[in-house]
């Protein structure tokens, strides 16, 4: 088959496959955790669902990302990936749970996090698999186990309450899928040679994307405890259909990677400007549905929010269209530059939103947070690019058959 008929196809099942998990996310779940908690319990949930998401997702993609990256550099056993994810998960577990004693939050509910933390990260770290054996019509029934879990549990949901349970079905099952059709059972326990190795590849690449997904769930830790749970829910909202594209950029950007790692090739310059100009021009076309969307989407699924939403929803999409944007292209630069400039800009982008973020939103509230976030992701997506053009490049040697 033509290469490029290959490629758009895998990429079609996956954006279709990410489509339908997080349509199942914004459009059911999370409206139905609103309607039924009201707006201080929701944003309060939505508070821990960023805590569980910035560790889980950091965890999950750094290792896989480290699998795809270097599989052509050194063999590496899914003992090795799986037994990183545990040793980190059991650091992150304590983390969490000494966090959240701090917070009007039982008992259950920590433990709950806690599970829920340690699924979310397995099940985005097995998708590697899918990638690797360039599996993506599996990788589509994958979204739907999954998103047929969240729906499932959001029913349970309706019947005790228990905000945790769409999402303990929904990972769950999603690891099970994963579990019994790759080689994620394949001596999970059993770290090989190459551990050591891999860890070091792998820790870089930790640290950046946890500094990511802190920043990318900042805005409600930082949004609650200056202005009180309710803003969370307003910003969050006004933030949702840009950060279904930017929960939707991890995987699709996982195949371009999968496909750049695949051989023993590489971007040129050329090809790499071609592919800023796609990013950039996309970004500003999606840009523009968003000030279409929102108002719809937001009237319909989150009334209560609406007036707050059409006061910020400009300069909130901008800022998130950015997001995705700087990192779809750092992740496509992680394939020909060092790994540790993926953890150099996300130091200088975390420092630099942290910072604006607690000062304008003190100064100017929640649009302050709108600001701070499209300077941010403004600054990440120049030194992305200019990495992208000016840094070394790595040596890929032969590559190793999985």
């Known amino acids: 088959m033509d290469f490029k008929k290959k490629f758009a196809g895998d990429f079609s099942l996956t954006f279709l496959g990410v489509l339908i998990y997080n349509g199942a996310l914004q459009f059911i779940i999370y409206p139905m955790l609103s309607k039924t908690l009201g707006n201080d319990a929701y944003g309060e949930i939505l508070y821990y669902i960023g805590i569980f998401s910035i560790t889980s997702i950091a965890l999950g993609l750094s290792t896989a990302n480290t699998r795809l990256v270097q599989r052509n550099n050194y063999e590496i056993s899914n003992g090795d990936c799986m037994s990183f994810n545990f040793i980190i998960l059991a650091i992150m577990s304590i983390a969490c749970a000494v966090l959240l004693s701090f917070q009007k939050i039982s008992a259950l509910d920590i433990v709950m996090v806690i599970v829920v933390q340690a699924l979310m990260a397995i099940r985005t770290?097995?998708?590697v698999v899918y990638k690797i054996a360039i599996a993506f019509k599996r990788y589509l029934y994958f979204y739907i186990v999954v998103t047929v879990g969240y729906i499932l549990g959001i029913v349970i949901f309706k019947f005790c309450n228990f905000w945790w349970i769409p999402f303990i079905c929904g990972e769950g099952l999603g690891v099970l899928f994963s579990f019994l059709f790759t080689d994620l059972k394949n001596k999970p326990f059993f770290p090989?040679?190459?551990?050591?190795?891999?860890?070091?590849?792998?820790?870089?690449?930790?640290?950046s994307y946890f500094l990511y997904y802190l920043v990318m769930n900042l805005d409600r830790?930082?949004?609650?405890?200056i202005l009180g749970p309710e803003s969370v829910g307003s910003y969050y909202t006004a933030t949702l259909i840009g950060k279904t594209a930017a929960m939707i950029v991890a995987p699709l950007s996982g195949v371009i990677i999968g496909?750049?790692?695949?051989?023993?090739?590489?971007?040129?310059?050329?090809?790499?400007?071609?592919?800023?100009?796609?990013?950039?021009?996309?970004?500003?076309l999606f840009f523009g549905l968003t000030l279409i969307g929102t108002?719809?989407?937001?009237?319909?699924?989150?009334?209560?929010?609406?007036?707050?939403?059409?006061?910020i929803m400009f300069l909130v999409n901008f800022g998130q269209v950015m997001c995705f944007v700087s990192e779809l292209i750092l992740n496509v630069v992680l394939t020909f530059r060092h790994e540790k400039w993926q953890m150099v800009i996300q130091i200088i982008y975390a420092a630099i939103f942290i910072i604006l973020a607690i000062v304008f939103v003190k100064t100017i509230g929640v649009l302050g947070m709108a600001i701070a976030t499209a300077v941010a992701n403004g600054l990440r997506l120049l030194l992305a690019i200019v990495i992208g053009y000016t840094g070394?490049?790595?040596?890929?040697?032969k590559q190793i058959n999985e």
């Open 259 to 284: 496909y750049l790692t695949n051989d023993d090739s590489k971007m040129d310059k050329k090809q790499f400007t071609k592919f800023n100009f796609i990013a950039v021009v996309g970004g500003l």
């Open 125 to 127: 770290y097995s998708e």
């Open 221 to 225: 830790i930082i949004l609650r405890n």
């Open 295 to 311: 108002p719809i989407f937001t009237k319909i699924f989150y009334p209560d929010y609406y007036k707050e939403v059409l006061h």
């Open 192 to 207: 090989f040679a190459s551990f050591k190795k891999y860890s070091k590849s792998a820790t870089p690449l930790l640290i």
């Open 392 to 397: 070394k490049d790595v040596q890929k040697p």
